[in-house]
C-alpha cells in the first residue's frame, strides 16, 4: 500500500500561514497532557525516531531540501491543530 500526498492551494497557503505564525501560538489546547514516563521511553520515543527516520528516507530517495521536508511536516501538523485563525485572511 502506497501513500499518496494531495496539497491542495489552501494546504500550501496554511503551511505559510504556519511558518510565519509558529503553531504553538494558535493551538487552542482544552486540557493540559502529559504522556508518562513509559510512553516516554516507549511508544513516544519510537514514534519519534519512526518519523526522524522516514524524513531521512525522503530526502535520500528524492534529494528534496529539508525545507521540503518541513512543509511537509506542517502540512501533517495541520490536520492535528486546533486553530483560531485557521480560516481567517
Known sequence: MGIVLYISTKNIYFVGYL???KINNNLNMNKPYS???DQMNGIVEDTYAKII???ENLKKNTNCPNEQVLALLSVIASNYANTTEKNEN
Open 19 to 21: 511558518s510565519k505564525n
Open 35 to 37: 504522556f508518562s514516563i
Open 53 to 55: 527516520n522516514e524524513c
